[in-house]
């Protein structure tokens, strides 16, 4: 449903930046695994850039070097700070959580549009 709310997404040049946001709803306990995945047209969902609660960053390689993760653990929000946009950069971002603490859930945002113009 709603719980991981995204904003940020746009148009922009390549070359330029963006910043993505993720909250959720309310704070929740636990959330072992936060981040972003990104889906183009005609491809498969993939994983940009995770952060679990201890700090510990994961990367997809084309993307190491330009864009940077960081989370609020107390806000429970997971922002992606994504500079020197490539059109192969264009997808529909998704804000991702895990959360363990027993229940061991996946959570989805509804996905924010990033559309990079060559």
């Known amino acids: 449903q709603g719980l991981l709310v995204e904003s940020g997404g746009g148009l922009v040049q390549a070359g330029g930046s963006l910043r993505l946001s993720c909250a959720a709803s309310?704070?929740?306990?636990?959330?072992?695994?936060m981040g972003w995945y990104r889906q183009a047209p005609g491809k498969q969902r993939e994983l940009v850039a995770t952060m679990t609660a201890g700090g510990t960053t994961n990367y997809e390689d084309s993307v190491k070097g330009r864009f940077t993760i960081s989370r609020d653990n107390a806000k429970s929000s997971v922002d992606l700070q994504m500079n020197s946009l490539k059109p192969e950069d264009t997808a529909v971002y998704y804000c991702?959580?895990?959360?363990?603490?027993?229940?061991?859930?996946?959570?989805w945002g509804q996905g924010t549009q990033v559309t990079v113009s060559s």
């Open positions: 991702y959580a895990y959360k363990g603490g027993g229940d061991y859930l996946n959570y």
């Open positions: 309310r704070r929740i306990f636990n959330l072992l695994v």
